[in-house]
């Protein structure tokens, strides 16, 4: 049986330092500059529609309170409508978090599991993994409400 000298293990660390060395110098740079301004340009249409959306409720009559509850569901209806049509998936690419931020990305990261596993069927595939990547998200936001309005109910 060779010891680890023989092994050649104690060259591994060095072996995967050169490897990721190189790598580095060969792997093409991020245009940083270009994604900010896409991620910032999309990120502040997105809001801006909303806002445009939030003001034409308002002018119906509508208060400030409902015209944000209906806001945020036509919001989220479009964020769905633009991924199934595959529209939200292309401006993801190049907007990156600018498109994953708004209300729009949640909406989209329920509807693209669900279109993915549609062909396992409406239980095991929409149903089961419809929240894969939302699920979380509802988790967390629903607990740390809990918390802090026990919180704030134990305060006042």
Known sequence: MPNSSESGSENRPNFTWQYQT???QVKPKPPL???LL??????GLICTIGQVIQNYIIEFGFG?????????AIMI???ALFTGLG???????????GSIVPITGFANSIVAPAMEFKREGYVFGIGAKMFVIAGPVIVYGTVT???????????H
């Open 145 to 155: 409400a809990v918390v802090i309005g026990f919180i704030y109910w134990m305060l």
């Open 64 to 72: 400030k309170q409902e015209a944000s509850a209906l806001t945020a």
């Open 33 to 35: 500059a270009k994604n």
């Open 22 to 24: 190189k790598l580095d």
């Open 87 to 97: 529209v939200y998936d292309e401006l993801g690419k190049r907007a990156g978090a």
């Open 38 to 43: 896409w991620a910032f340009m999309v990120g």
């Open 77 to 79: 209806f479009l964020g």
